[in-house]
DNA sequence: TTGACACATTCCGATATAGGCATATGATGG
DNA sequence: CCATCATATGCCTATATCGGAATGTGTCAA
């Protein structure tokens, strides 16, 4: 098997920095194609591909307005994304030797060893 | 070119699932290989590559103890992900109507077209 | 030293990416 | 209907993933 598409989920989708880029530059309202790939210097075959992604994980909307497609962020498909790194802010928040002794308060209040069966 | 390397950066690292399950685990406190592996269903083989992706993008760490190697969490690498998926905060905690509104005023605010230079 | 246990690494195959380039599709204005 | 601008797709290559199975490395105990 090889890596998860791209496609599969948020996750995957902004670990391409092209492609957060791009959400960057939508977060000021909609914009072309074009435009986006010449702000970005990439072609437009590159741009069209990514937004493509981006479009399929739900990340941007597109709109037609005449000739041109108008790319618009949607990002409610980033919310779980914040959620899940946001579980490990108290991780970062605390200096390493605090966290440890965080951790070593956790396991006294179990009254436990590292964890339950964890060798073998 | 294929896409980034998954030790390219902590995006990359935590797009693989199972990946994402180890750092959740190490939360708990520091963990043997083995321990991961039963507990997330892997076999011990996949657990140490994905070790090695994750300790590569310096989201864990490694210590020796005895026969076993301790892996524990650095989630200081998970800041930079999570400062940058909250930029996007406000275009999800409002609704899409309410959206587009505030982006209109920001164009109007500008008094110009959606971007200049958009076309062509 | 040897055996056993914990873990790391390597080789394989299947898959899918991102980039480059060419070209197809779509809508617009004559 | 045609030329044109704006985008989307298709094709090709190089690269790297993840999974599986086998095997290498390291540490401890007797």
């Given at each position: 098997?090889?890596?998860?598409?791209?496609t599969?989920?948020?996750?995957?989708?902004?670990?391409?920095?092209?492609?957060?880029?791009?959400?960057?530059l939508?977060?000021?309202?909609?914009?072309?194609?074009?435009?986006?790939?010449?702000?970005?210097?990439?072609t437009?075959?590159?741009?069209?591909?990514?937004?493509?992604?981006?479009?399929?994980?739900?990340?941007?909307?597109?709109?037609?307005?005449?000739?041109?497609?108008?790319?618009?962020?949607?990002a409610?498909?980033?919310?779980p994304?914040h959620?899940?790194?946001?579980?490990?802010?108290?991780?970062?928040?605390?200096?390493?030797?605090r966290?440890e002794?965080?951790v070593?308060?956790?396991?006294?209040?179990?009254q436990?060893?590292?964890?339950?069966g964890?060798?073998?």
């Open positions: 098997m090889a890596r998860a598409a791209t599969s989920d948020a996750f995957n989708a902004i670990a391409e920095p092209q492609r957060r880029e791009i959400l960057v939508l977060r000021g309202g909609e914009r072309p194609v074009t435009g986006l790939a010449r702000d970005l210097g990439m437009q075959p590159q741009a069209s591909k990514h937004l493509r992604v981006l479009r399929e994980v739900g990340l941007v909307r597109v709109r037609g307005a005449g000739k041109q497609r108008l790319y618009g962020l949607d409610r498909g980033l919310r994304v959620e899940w790194v946001g579980g490990f802010e108290r991780f970062w928040s605390e200096s390493f030797d966290l002794e965080y070593q308060e956790l396991k006294q209040a179990r436990e060893g590292p964890h339950d964890d060798d073998q």
